[in-house]
């Protein structure tokens, strides 16, 4: 079957793509309004609103979708964003990576622009040359670079590119790494605040902290300077629970001083909480447990879990907000912007209170 709409012919499931010039004549103007009302220009060359609103009418009637690459070339500027990551894990839903990820996504579009999201491998070369590669032949507006694990090997290709780059870091640093600005979290901020109004821990207490096998944060930093010689971190091999169990198991069993162990994520908790039940210790009485993430919030909420509020979505947008900043407002050579975005402490029941 056959059948005609708007001037397109169409048979079966299959339509002509719908042309600038369709799109003026079903709007009743020349092609060249549609091309500046579809660009954004029509206020800015006066043309009418109604005018404005008949072509947006028209082009959304038939489909029609401005080539993006010949609009860029006209324009002198892409909308493309890349997100440079580090390895994407196993589970891509892995909150820390959903959180980063969804985020920059939608308020990326939000702002009228599209993200291309890279992850870099600290193991395969093949990767590596895979960015280089989308990297170089790509017409990128800019870059948000989370460099919390970078490969070093993006700097110098970065730097060379001659557009935005905006680094975000999920830990402390001071290392932009050559970005325009840097939008870090302070890690220690949380930790500093439940430290300062919790119940005061007796001189002979000994505090554990739980790390994984990334150790370059700064988290324990106010709970060694806290206990002293009582402190103690140990580096475990992975994230999951059972580790934490087994380590707090033997750790507890060994010295009966401990009085706080603190975490580097939230996934570590279930063990930690199993082996004081285990050990008939009671919490927050006999051991103090403190979390750091708050990136499963029910969970954490069932153990009665205190634990520190790691701000992703914020250190997200405002990354986001940085890189269209400087898309849309170069700068030239102006001092680096650093945004600082705190930890906050997530009260609940396994670090007694103050008051």
């Known amino acids: 079957y056959s059948r ?18 369709d799109v003026a004549r079903a709007a009743g103007v020349a092609p060249s309004t549609v091309s500046l009302v579809l660009n954004g220009r029509g206020p800015e060359v006066k043309i009418a609103p109604a005018t404005i609103q008949r072509v947006q009418d028209a082009a959304r009637e038939l489909n029609y979708i401005p080539n993006a690459a ?37 308020e990326i579009q939000r702002r009228g622009y599209l993200l291309l999201p890279l992850f870099q491998s600290s193991a395969d070369p093949s990767d590596a040359e895979t960015i280089r590669g989308v990297l170089g032949d790509t017409q990128l507006a800019g870059v948000i670079r989370e460099t919390t694990s970078a ?11 001659g557009i935005p780059v905006v680094a975000m870091s999920m830990i402390n640093t001071d290392d932009r790494q050559g970005a325009h600005a840097l939008v870090r979290i302070d890690e220690c901020a949380g930790v500093q605040e439940i430290l300062d109004h ?8 000994h505090a554990v902290f739980l790390a994984g096998p990334n150790t370059n944060h700064s988290r324990q930093k106010p709970l060694e300077a806290l206990f002293g010689k009582r ?25 009966s001083e401990i009085g ?43 153990l009665g879990l205190t634990t520190v509020e790691w701000p992703l ?43």
């Open 151 to 161: 490969e070093s090997f993006a700097s110098t290709l970065l730097g060379n590119l």
């Open 198 to 205: 919790s119940v005061q821990m007796t001189g002979k207490q």
């Open 70 to 106: 010949a609009r860029s070339l006209r324009r002198g500027s892409s909308r493309l964003i890349a997100l440079l990551m580090a390895e994407l894990p196993d589970n891509p839903f892995v909150p820390v990576v959903h959180t980063v990820l969804t985020t920059a996504m939608i």
């Open 313 to 355: 979505h914020e250190m997200t947008s405002q990354a986001v907000d940085a890189i269209i900043r400087a898309v849309e407002k170069p700068r030239g050579k102006a001092k680096p912007q650093i945004i600082t975005i705190p930890t906050r402490a997530v009260w609940r029941q396994s670090v007694a209170r103050r008051g």
């Open 231 to 255: 402190f103690t971190m140990l580096a475990l091999p992975d994230w999951d629970a059972s580790t934490a169990y087994q380590a707090a198991l033997r750790l507890l069993s060994e010295n």
């Open 260 to 302: 706080l162990i603190a975490l580097a994520d939230d996934s570590q908790a279930p063990g930690i909480f199993k082996a004081a039940a285990e050990l008939d210790l009671r919490v927050p009485h006999e051991l103090s447990i403190l979390g750091f993430g708050n990136q499963d919030p029910i969970n954490s909420s069932e």
């Open 4 to 21: 005609r709409f708007d001037g397109l012919s169409t048979k079966g499931d299959e339509m002509d793509r719908a042309t600038r010039a």
